[in-house]
T-cell receptor, first 114, second 116 residues
Framework: DTEVTQTPKHLVMGMTNKKSLKCEQH?????MYWYKQKAKKPPELMFV???????INESVPSRFSPECPNSSLLNLHLHALQPEDSALYLC?????????????FGPGTRLTVL | AQTVTQSQPEMSVQEAETVTLSCTYD???????LFWYKQPPSRQMILVIR??????QNATENRFSVNFQKAAKSFSLKISDSQLGDAAMYFC?????????????FGKGTRLSVIA
């Protein structure tokens, strides 16, 4: 089973709203990732959570904040977003402890900021 | 820093025919992992095939196979007996091996159309 689930599938929010994206995996993976993907572009890494340690892409603005309540859940909290933040947000997970790690992706959340 | 280049923004293939997607990469590392991911219109990124650089044998998964040329830093994907469901964006990706949470470096992708 290589399933990563994400909710919601679609989200429309205003610039003053606060919302959260949720990602869950039950594969016992210890590393989880958030990627942002604009149309016709490859995914760009935003955050990595591995063994309770957070690694941040320094170009990601503070209006995005990840939270890892437990090893199978990774949330992405959104606050005061801008229209240019509209994109597909992909979550992925991997075992996190092997050299031959493979990342498995969820179906994504399509975010529109008005 | 590693880079991945996919020189074909778009490709098309007749149903049941064979197509090859190109990927080259640049790295100074001797050990690494290479991946092909498929992203259909449904948006989910699906792993197609994986290659470990220390393995000389080319990886295969059913109709999908790679031609891995380490010296040339080339990693092309061959799709045999193409099916309509193969239509998607294909991304080539590179990962360093040194810890389990190193990020994937993606190419810009190749959009594959399958013609009935």
């Amino acid at each position: 089973d290589t399933e990563v689930t994400q909710t919601p599938k679609h989200l429309v929010m205003g610039m003053t709203n606060k919302k959260s994206l949720k990602c869950e995996q039950h594969m016992g993976h210890r590393a989880m990732y958030w990627y942002k993907q604009k149309a016709k572009k490859p995914p760009e890494l935003m955050f990595v959570y591995s063994y309770e340690k957070l690694s941040i892409n320094e170009s990601v603005p503070s209006r995005f904040s990840p939270e890892c309540p437990n090893s199978s859940l990774l949330n992405l909290h959104l606050h005061a977003l801008q229209p240019e933040d509209s994109a597909l947000y992909l979550c992925a997970s991997s075992q996190g402890w092997t050299d031959s790690d493979t990342q498995y992706f969820g179906p994504g959340t399509r975010l529109t900021v008005l | 820093a590693q880079t991945v280049t996919q020189s074909q923004p778009e490709m098309s293939v007749q149903e049941a025919e064979t197509v090859t997607l190109s990927c080259t990469y640049d790295t100074s590392e001797s050990d690494y992992y290479l991946f092909w991911y498929k992203q259909p219109p449904s948006r989910q990124m699906i792993l197609v095939i994986r290659q470990e650089a220390y393995k000389q044998q080319n990886a295969t998964e059913n109709r999908f196979s790679v031609n891995f040329q380490k010296a040339a830093k080339s990693f092309s994907l061959k799709i045999s007996d193409s099916q309509l469901g193969d239509a998607a964006m294909y991304f080539c990706a590179y990962r360093s091996p040194y810890s389990g949470n190193t990020p994937l470096v993606f190419g810009k992708g190749t959009r594959l159309s399958v013609i009935a």
